[in-house]
């Protein structure tokens, strides 16, 4: 099993800036792709941004030149820079990983970004 802990959300101004970090851990941790996606209030979960272990990237038309998904070499980490925020950004935040192989998914509990002066 593989768990995935989120850390990094808050309250930020508008423009401002925050990084959030997941961590995963649990026996053989090998994940083809791990995800930030967010869920406003009243609103659907959508995918924010997805790194594959390729190194690609991929990006929703609202974040991108404004975040920048990265993890490390093994794998088992992701960041989420978050530049140039707007209240529109407000949601929790959710890392998402998937299984190399067989494809189970895996995701965090969420961590709470507020924009708001």
């Known amino acids: 099993q593989v768990q995935l802990v989120e850390s990094g959300g808050g309250l930020v101004q508008p423009g401002g800036s925050l990084r959030l970090s997941c961590a995963a851990s649990?026996?053989?941790?090998?994940?083809?792709?791990m995800d930030w996606f967010r869920q406003a209030p009243g609103k659907e979960r959508e995918l924010v941004a997805r790194?594959?272990?390729?190194?690609?990237?991929h990006y929703a038309d609202s974040v991108k030149d404004r975040f920048t998904i990265s993890r490390n070499k093994a794998m088992n980490a992701v960041y989420l820079q978050m530049n140039s925020l707007k209240p529109d950004d407000t949601a929790v935040y959710y890392c998402?990983?998937?299984?190399?192989?067989?494809?189970?998914?895996?995701w965090g509990q969420g961590t709470q970004v507020t924009v708001s002066s």
């Open positions: 998402h990983g998937v299984a190399a192989g067989w494809g189970h998914e895996y």
């Open positions: 790194i594959i272990v390729n190194g690609n990237t």
């Open positions: 649990g026996r053989a941790v090998n994940l083809y792709s």
